[in-house]
């Protein structure tokens, strides 16, 4: 019989931009529960905004299925369930599984045959697609924990080629309890061709033309200064002028946190100033959670996308971030000069003293399949363009 399929090509390796995710969700490969259509405003530049089920289930413990589904772990683990449809508070220091609206229909060959309507496609790559989720920023400046399981995986927030199934969420708020509901969104995924990491040599390359970095006096900083080893590493900034807030510590025992109220509840309810010092150090409480901002200002250009990753624990017992993900155009343009990333640190075990400028985390760069139709901060809502220290979008902004 002749192949009437119709042959669409992904010959370029990288994060898939924002208009080949809207290919993949025609495809029926990024797909959702039918009664919840994927909208357009899901799509961001590199990644697909995932939303919260019907319901969520309170689990004994966190886990991985490894050789079984979700749903078999979840019936030797859950203690009860409850909708979420016209919202539910998910209490502090619990765990919960929620199952996400999104569903995923990934390639099992590079050349696998899709049917979208009454037409077949074959969709052509090179390698197989996998995907990639982090929490969203507003997430983990709230300090809830969160991490997309698939079926029979034994790493969190990696779906591997070939993966055909749900998508579920592990959540757990740590500082504060938070109200959620079903189409909320607290973490994103992103489809990748390929796993291509930019070298050290190419992320010194691309810096010398168009700047990644910029100091704390706004200009680029020099190669030499520029510190890189599998990544490109940045400090923490606890400098400031006598009075300035340079960081904030979450204060125990609040209310809930309603995640629909934006820019409500009152920054002094919920947080602890941190004020600079004549000696620019802090000393972490263990255990206790803080968000503080990076000394350098950071820029991603629109052909690439770039991944916060976690600290050698060699350094320090601590963890510097929960939401990792940095989509094209953050930080704007050379004329912008980047934009301050922020940092949600908690310290583990011991008190742990960090100084102003010390080095607390890296950037993983990757080069997109393609530039993306549009880049952060352009035509879309961007809660942090141009940030310095900001808190999430739930408080009020002074």
């Not at 772990?73 to 599984?97: M, R």
Request: hydrophobic share 35%.
């Amino acid at each position: 019989m002749p192949d009437n399929s119709v042959n669409i090509n992904q010959r370029t390796k990288g994060v898939l931009p924002v208009q080949k995710l809207k290919v993949l969700h025609e495809l029926g490969i990024l797909n959702s529960h039918p009664d919840y259509p994927i909208q357009n405003n899901q799509f961001q530049p590199n990644s697909l905004d995932l939303r919260l089920g019907e319901m969520a289930y309170r689990v004994r413990c966190s886990f991985l299925p490894e050789g079984e589904t979700v749903e078999q772990k979840l019936n030797k683990l859950e203690q009860y369930s409850f909708s979420i449809k016209e919202g539910a508070v998910l209490e502090q220091n619990c765990v919960y599984i929620i199952p996400l609206l999104e569903t995923l229909n990934l390639p099992q060959s590079n050349n696998e045959i899709f049917n979208s309507g009454d037409e077949k496609f074959r969709f052509n790559s090179l390698e197989n697609l996998t995907a990639k989720a982090n929490p969203k920023s507003s997430t983990g400046r709230l300090d809830v924990f969160t991490r997309v399981i698939t079926d029979y995986s034994h790493r969190f927030e990696e779906v591997t080629a070939g993966y055909k199934g749900k998508l579920y969420l592990e959540v757990v708020p740590k500082s504060f309890s938070i109200k959620v509901r079903t189409g909320q969104r607290l973490n994103q995924l992103r489809v990748r061709h390929g796993f291509e990491v930019m070298s050290d040599q190419d992320i010194l390359r691309i810096h010398s033309a168009d700047p990644l970095l910029f100091d704390e006096d706004v200009k680029p900083m020099s190669l030499e200064k520029i510190k890189v080893n599998q990544g490109l590493f940045m400090s923490v900034q606890l400098h400031g002028e006598p009075g300035e807030i340079i960081g904030y510590k979450a204060k125990k025992h609040n209310n809930y946190i309603d995640l629909d109220n934006i820019g409500h509840y009152k920054v002094d309810e919920f947080w602890e100033p941190i004020y600079a010092q004549s000696d620019p150090e802090y000393i972490l409480e263990p255990e206790a959670f803080y968000i503080f901002a990076s000394k350098e200002r950071i820029r991603v250009p629109a052909h690439l996308a770039c991944e916060m990753m976690a600290y050698d624990t060699g350094s320090g017992e601590l963890r510097t971030h929960y939401a990792g993900f940095f989509d094209s155009g953050f930080g704007g343009t050379v004329e912008d000069k980047g934009a301050r990333a922020v940092l949600e640190v908690r310290s583990h075990d011991v008190p742990f003293m960090i100084e102003d400028g010390q080095t607390l985390f890296s950037m993983q760069f990757e080069p997109n399949a393609e530039h993306p139709d549009f880049i952060y901060g352009e035509e879309i809502d961007s809660n942090y363009q141009g940030q310095g220290l900001k808190l999430g979008k739930h408080f009020q902004q002074s």
